[in-house]
């Protein structure tokens, strides 16, 4: 079993920069593709951002490129999401995901385990 734990979350303003970290629990970490989502009250869950494991390539949503950066730190088995430029839409709660898999995809339902989440709230 895999247990994700997401920090970091708070308060910012717009044009501010946050760092969300997720440290997970299994040693497989550094075989797993990892990603951050994010869900808005009455708004699905959406993509954000993926590393894969195998590589350490990543992927963004078109809204976060450029702003956003994934990393990983395999031998801390921590993820992070660095958010700079925040803007008011960015405001949602952010979940670490982890799939069994060397490939990354934007859905929600292929990934294997998630975090709690944490708040990130953007103030205009």
């Known amino acids: 079993q895999v247990q994700l734990v997401e920090s970091g979350g708070g308060l910012v303003q717009a044009g501010g920069s946050l760092r969300l970290s997720c440290a997970s629990s299994?040693?497989?970490?550094?075989?797993?593709?990892m990603a951050w989502f994010r869900q808005a009250p009455g708004k699905e869950r959406e993509f954000v951002a993926a590393?894969?494991?195998?590589?350490?390539?990543?992927s963004y949503a078109d809204s976060v490129k450029g702003r956003f950066t994934v990393s990983r730190d395999n031998a801390k088995i921590t993820v992070y999401l660095q958010m700079n430029s925040l803007k008011a839409e960015d405001a949602a709660v952010y979940y670490c995901a982890a799939r069994i898999s060397r490939y990354s995809t934007t859905y929600p339902s292929t990934y294997d385990y998630w975090g709690q989440g944490t708040q990130v709230t953007v103030s205009s």
């Open positions: 590393i894969r494991g195998s590589d350490g390539s990543t």
């Open positions: 299994g040693r497989t970490f550094s075989s797993f593709t």
